[in-house]
């Protein structure tokens, strides 16, 4: 949470005062929703959930940080609103 927390204030930080700069790089989707996962590997466990990733192997072309943020809200949202021993695709 404390990660997540820093991220976002760090980017709405940068926005407001129109620092924030995008760097588009080729990156591996399956591999930045595997990062995103593992960083709430705890919870996801206290809640007992089921998470199943289906997620092409695909590359794409953004910010690896505001795609990672991007991510890591989703799943947040989706570990917050799924009742326990619930699942998450």
């Known amino acids: 949470r404390f990660n997540r927390l820093i ?3 760090l980017y709405w930080s940068l926005n407001q005062r129109e620092q924030l700069k995008v760097r ?3 990156l591996n989707l399956p591999e930045l929703v595997t990062e995103a996962v593992a960083s ?3 919870l996801i466990a206290q809640k007992r ?5 289906q ?6 072309v953004a910010d690896e940080n505001l795609v990672g943020l991007i991510l890591r ?6 570990i917050k ?4 021993d619930g699942q998450i695709t």
């Open 49 to 53: 959930l089921q998470l199943v990733q």
């Open 73 to 78: 809200n989703l799943l947040h949202n989706a």
């Open 81 to 84: 609103f799924t009742p326990e």
């Open 24 to 26: 588009l790089v080729t």
């Open 7 to 9: 991220d976002n204030l």
């Open 40 to 42: 709430f590997s705890d």
């Open 55 to 60: 997620v092409e192997p695909q590359t794409i």
